[in-house]
Nanobody, 125 residues
């Protein structure tokens, strides 16, 4: 069974940092585009960053300059380092594996094959 497990969420004050991790099970084929999404209560999931198998990373404008997405292939783990956190970054964060190797220009939830269970980030002012 393909599975992703996120960790690293928590509560932090504005201006602080968090590093989210996403561990992929041995049965999860991660040689595809991978994403970080986030979701506010009552809203659709929105894309935060993408990473293709060649290592190309893109970021949503809302986090550009404050987020760094990376991976450790040997550990089968994806990371999202978030710095200079703002209260509006408070959300549940999900990692995801796409159906395709290529990452789309738009971060579309419909392009995702496997979702993690999410990890909650709360940023206080």
């Amino acid at each position: 069974q393909e599975q992703l497990v996120e960790t690293g969420g928590g509560s932090v004050q504005a201006g602080g940092s968090l590093r989210l991790s996403c561990a992929a099970s041995a049965n999860t084929n991660i040689n595809y585009c991978m994403y970080w999404f986030r979701q506010y209560p009552g809203s659709e999931r929105e894309g935060v960053a993408s990473l293709n198998p060649d290592g190309l990373v893109t970021y949503a404008d809302s986090v550009k300059g404050r987020a760094t997405m990376s991976r450790d292939v040997a550990k089968r783990t994806l990371y999202l380092q978030m710095d200079s956190l703002k209260p509006e970054d408070s959300a549940t964060y999900y990692c995801a594996v796409a159906w395709d190797r290529a990452c789309g220009r738009k971060y579309l939830p419909g392009s995702v094959r496997v979702w993690g269970q999410g990890t909650l980030v709360t940023v206080s002012s």
